[in-house]
């Protein structure tokens, strides 16, 4: 089913299809995630959310709740909102060229602790802490709240009059980001054809198979939290902040983690968590149901875009204009961050000469939209990757071509290789050339979409990107790793073990990675923008060598050799050609320690970006009497630069392009126009796809090989998320002549758009 | 109110106190401490604490623990034996069926029961209806899919 392209280097570890590192505890049950954790003492925390979308809490009466037996206290802002400024959940060191040159000043649109208002239908309001779950969420429903209702801003459109969200956002204007260049009107006039479109994108939500949750405890001056994070020693750092504790007072450490998708890059429970741990003194849980998490964790952006391309004959896009409209929800978190990247996909990667595009973020009194694999990459993707399909469908030259074109003429356009998109996009149309037949009823369609995706942010300069690692030897040739770097079910733990293991010649068993716990690990960034095979495998890669060459010096004075002829292979340390001249790895280590010999590594990684590519090209069945269209085949080719373990990668890729699938198909969060209430809160009302829901995802990896990576290893996680629904919206139109300009691309919106392909089978202009 | 039930857990003969809204995922996971069975959505759709209940696969979240008075329940931590992994299990294992874990042992308990019926010429579509009642939000559900088509392909059997 896979190919895997394999650039020839001789590896005898790195490579390798390898079991998972925890696999085996995760298929006995044996695995511990935070609602698995067991304390003495511990206190069940639960959040009492508002049911008004936009209110001044005007009081919080916690009397009746109080008298529920077993509850210990209730917070509101009537009692902590002197000792907990800002929530700072959006401060983001590792983002902040994008902004905040004052790391910790607050904001508009900061998310607070309790600031005595309520922004949407589920924001926190209030926390009961009892010593049962059963107490907490008897007394959570007899927490009186008397709210001053203000009206609600449920639409993204500018009304004048609209009431503020907060104070000091113009507007309700959460951010911007404008990108303007060449001359778009002479190039507009020019053009061979113009197609302008409205897209609107759905907001999507990670829903992670864990609900979110975490536990804190105060012991010996010390705050613990174990939480799903996916950056620890960002998490440490704002909660260190937040609390007024120095660093060195507060460890944030993940158990297993059960997914996370960007969701864990944002605070949620754990301010509330360590509020309570530190007020009750004991141990406090606070785990949310899975409606809380739909509600109460971070989505993806909707978007309501109207954009047009102007075309050459060939079908280049010549220009790019419009504006975007991204919905913020009720707080910024990473709404600029998420703005700029969605305004660089759109252009960057075709270097389209003339772009004029306005994105704005909006608040609005919904649940807040934040990271999510592929962060900004998805809506571009849809507009930009239909828009090519819809001028070359109007001007009869065949799109993946158009594509190709472009792309080679961009090469080196901003630094950046697009050899292995054009490699993708060859492999992806050789896979899927052309439908097969279609059923009767049915037209049959095939389409392509591409991209290319940088591993970490550390490709803009000033940019603050970190991974650090350090490798133990061990005196009988074991080594211990110790990385900053999250396993949110990736396998980067495994891929790390197998890069130190290359490193000394020693198979999986003998390595141990230790990752992210902020009280033993190195700094690291976190897991998000595909960056921690890519960084913090660097950094291990480097902290290995490091250690080896320190083991190697040694060998050198004890074998008498010159170090440039040592090697290390199955536990020996010998001089090539010479194997005589040997020693065994572990004697040499116990006589190192018996000489107070230091051989332990650092490793810092550079800071350096790359960019993996991928091209994804769908076929889909689509029933002509009734919309209902059927994705037949999803084949997904990724450039990852080296497959450390393919067997990873594969699921990374299937993954990913599955949760695109669900995207381009199925998945919307819903919230109620009257009442801003979520209608898809449970995974009744918001549909993931099943087994049976989507084919079999076909992949196939190329590498070639990044200097800058461990091995020449790029990120992985987010190519495969970001196309599916431009390919499955290029499959429809090429079935049926249109395709849906909305996500999720349902049957009712699929008939639609067959039924305006009836009546003007071109498509046209926006006037 | 409390009673006590009897049942049988993974093999074993127990004897629970249990509140009479008590459910058995609950039970299971606080009164035994078999922490392996999840909860992802506790309404029943995602399939993550599925439980094997006197031999058919049930939602631990739709069951009260009374109910379980008398009947024989099988979790994730009982499908080993005397430390081996199941076939299932170590083809889970081999495959990278596993990425974050949290519906593997719902996964498994499914698999298990579908095994009884999947053959070995049956096609994608046909395992995948077999987990279908099993959400997994990480792996696509291809390598699952390959890990129980391998254990039909050399004849293993719960």
């Given amino acids: ?767 | 109110m409390t009673q006590t039930i009897r049942l049988r857990v993974n093999g074993a003969v127990r004897e629970v106190g249990v509140a009479d809204d008590e459910l058995l995922c609950d039970m299971l996971r606080q009164r035994l401490d078999l922490t392996g069975t999840k909860v992802a959505c506790r309404e029943g759709v995602c399939g993550s604490c599925d439980v094997l209940y006197d031999g058919a696969v049930v939602r631990s979240c739709l069951v009260l623990a009374c109910q379980a008075d008398a009947a024989s329940v099988v979790t994730v931590e009982g499908l080993a034996e005397d430390g081996c992994l199941s076939p299932l299990q170590q083809a889970f294992v081999e495959t990278g069926a596993v990425q974050c874990g949290f519906c593997t042992p719902g996964m498994l308990i499914a698999a298990t029961a579908a095994l009884c019926e999947a053959s070995a010429d049956w096609d994608d579509h046909e395992f995948a209806e077999a987990i279908a009642g099993n959400l997994c939000r990480c792996t696509g559900y291809a390598k699952i899919i390959d890990a129980i088509r391998q254990v039909v392909a050399t004849g293993g059997t719960r």
């Fill in chain 1, 1 to 767: 089913m896979t190919t895997v392209h394999q650039s020839g280097a001789p590896f005898q570890v790195v490579g390798e299809r390898l079991p998972k590192v925890d696999a085996a505890d995760k298929v006995t049950g044996r695995t511990e995630y935070v609602d698995d954790l067991r304390f003495r003492g511990l206190l069940v925390a639960r959040l009492v959310r508002s049911w008004e979308p936009h209110a001044r809490v005007a009081a919080v009466d916690a009397s009746a709740a109080l008298a529920v037996p077993g509850v210990v206290a209730v917070l509101s802002h009537e009692n902590i909102r002197k000792i907990f400024p800002a929530l700072a959940a959006t401060y983001d060191p590792a983002c902040h060229d994008f902004e905040r040159v004052e790391p910790f000043a607050p904001e508009p649109g900061d998310a607070s602790l309790f600031d005595g208002v309520a922004r949407y239908v589920g924001d926190p309001v209030a926390v009961v802490v009892a010593e049962t779950e059963e107490a907490a969420v008897e007394a959570a429903g007899m927490v009186d709240v008397r709210y001053e209702p203000r009206p609600p801003v449920f639409s993204t459109e500018p009304e004048p009059g609209s009431p503020l969200l907060h104070e000091g956002a113009t507007g309700n204007l959460a951010s911007s980001a404008s990108i303007s260049h060449g001359d778009c009107d002479a190039a507009f006039a020019a053009a061979a054809a113009v197609v302008g479109r409205r897209f609107e994108t759905s907001k999507q939500k990670q829903a992670q198979m864990e609900p979110t949750g975490c536990v804190a405890e105060v012991r010996g001056g010390l705050v613990t939290v174990w939480s799903p994070t996916q950056s620890p020693h960002r998490a440490r750092h704002t909660l260190a902040h937040l609390f007024g504790l120095p660093l060195n007072r507060v460890r944030v450490t993940p158990p297993a983690i059960g997914g996370g998708f960007g969701k864990g890059d944002a605070l949620t429970a754990e301010p509330y968590a360590v509020a309570l741990a530190l007020f009750t003194g004991r141990p406090v849980k606070l785990v949310y149901s899975r409606t809380e998490d739909f509600v109460g964790t971070e989505s993806r952006h909707p978007t309501a875009s109207d954009v047009e391309a102007a075309f050459d004959a060939d079908g280049r896009v010549m220009a790019l204009r419009g504006t975007i409209i991204m919905d913020a929800g009720a707080y910024l978190s990473h709404s600029p961050r998420i703005a700029i990247v969605l305004a660089k996909q759109l252009h960057e990667m075709y270097a389209i000469p003339n772009v004029d595009i306005e994105v704005s973020v909006r608040f609005t009194n919904l649940p807040v939209s934040g990271a999510f694999r592929g962060y900004g990459g998805p809506q571009a993707a849809f507009i930009i990757e239909h828009l090519i399909d819809l001028g070359a469908r109007q001007l009869g030259t065949d799109p993946a071509t158009a594509r190709e074109l472009m792309l080679g003429e961009a090469e080196g356009h901003l630094g950046v290789s697009r050899t292995n998109v054009i490699a993708c996009v060859q492999r992806g149309r050789a896979k899927l050339p052309a439908p097969g037949p279609a059923a009767p009823g049915t037209r049959r369609g095939v389409g392509l979409a591409c991209v290319n995706w940088k591993s970490g942010i550390a490709d803009k300069p000033g940019s603050f990107d970190r991974s650090v690692a350090s490798v133990r030897v061990n005196e009988d040739a074991t080594l211990d790793v110790l990385s900053g770097a999250c396993d949110l079910g990736t396998g980067i733990t495994t891929t790390l073990a197998q890069i130190a293991a290359e490193v000394f010649g020693l198979n999986l068993a003998a390595v141990r990675v230790t990752a992210a716990d902020t009280e033993a690990t190195p700094f690291d960034s976190g897991a998000f923008s595909s960056r921690s095979l890519f960084r913090a495998g660097g950094a291990v890669l480097i902290a290995a060598e490091d250690a080896r060459s320190k083991v190697l010096s040694y060998a050198a004075e004890v074998l008498e050799a010159d170090v440039a002829d040592l090697e290390i292979s199955d536990g020996t340390v010998s001089v090539v050609g010479a194997p005589a001249m040997s020693t065994r790895l572990k004697d040499l280590l116990h006589r190192g320690l018996m000489e107070s010999r230091d051989f332990n590594g650092f490793g810092d990684a550079p800071s350096v970006g790359a960019r993996s590519a991928c091209a994804q090209v769908a076929e889909v069945e689509v029933d002509t009497a009734t919309g209902q269209t059927t994705v037949v085949r999803l084949v997904a080719v990724q450039e990852v630069g080296r497959a450390i373990n393919p067997t990873i990668v594969e699921g990374q890729i299937e993954g990913g392009v599955y949760q695109g699938l669900g995207y381009a198909l199925a998945e919307d969060v819903v919230a109620d126009k009257e009442s801003g209430a979520l209608l898809t809160g449970t995974f009744m009302d918001y549909r993931l796809l099943t087994a049976a829901d989507g084919p079999r995802i076909e992949t196939e990896i190329i590498e070639m090989p990044a200097e800058e990576g461990p091995f020449g290893a790029k990120g992985v996680a987010e190519p495969g998320i970001i196309l599916t629904a431009a390919a499955v919206a290029n499959a429809i139109l090429d079935a049926v002549g249109a395709a849906p300009t909305a996500l999720p691309m349902t049957a009712e919106r699929v008939l639609a758009a067959l039924r305006q392909a009836a009546s003007e089978p071109r498509a046209t202009s926006i006037p």
